[in-house]
Nanobody, 120 residues
Framework: QVRLVESGGGLVQPGGSLRLSCTAT????????MEWHRQAPGKGRELVAH???????WYPDSFKGRFTISRDNAKNMIYLQMNNLEPEDTAVYYC??????????????WGQGTRVTVSS
């Protein structure tokens, strides 16, 4: 059974940086694409970044430039480097693992989330 645990959230001042980590257990890395999502207070969950097993990345336009997703397949770790943080980045950040098969989602797992607060 795949399990995801996020860490690295906390309080940071505007303009600061944070690196979030996601530890995946019970996962065969080459079977899963990985994503970071976030949910700000009072808003819906949104995709922040996506990375494939072979390290291809994709970001929605609003996250290009400040956020960088990476993964270490040998360690089953996924990271999100966040720079120049703004108060609007305050949210709970979730790690997501998704296995596709024949164009459909065969399995999808979410972590419990890690809270990021950007405030002076």
């Amino acid at each position: 059974q795949v399990r995801l645990v996020e860490s690295g959230g906390g309080l940071v001042q505007p303009g600061g940086s944070l690196r979030l980590s996601c530890t995946a257990t019970g996962m065969i890395a080459e079977e899963y694409g990985m994503e970071w999502h976030r949910q700000a207070p009072g808003k819906g969950r949104e995709l922040v970044a996506h990375i494939t097993y072979d390290l291809g990345t994709w970001y929605p336009d609003s996250f290009k430039g400040r956020f960088t997703i990476s993964r270490d397949n040998a360690k089953n770790m996924i990271y999100l480097q966040m720079n120049n943080l703004e108060p609007e980045d305050t949210a709970v950040y979730y790690c997501n693992a998704k296995k596709m098969r024949y164009g459909a989602v065969a399995n999808e797992v979410w972590g419990q989330g890690t809270r990021v607060t950007v405030s002076s």
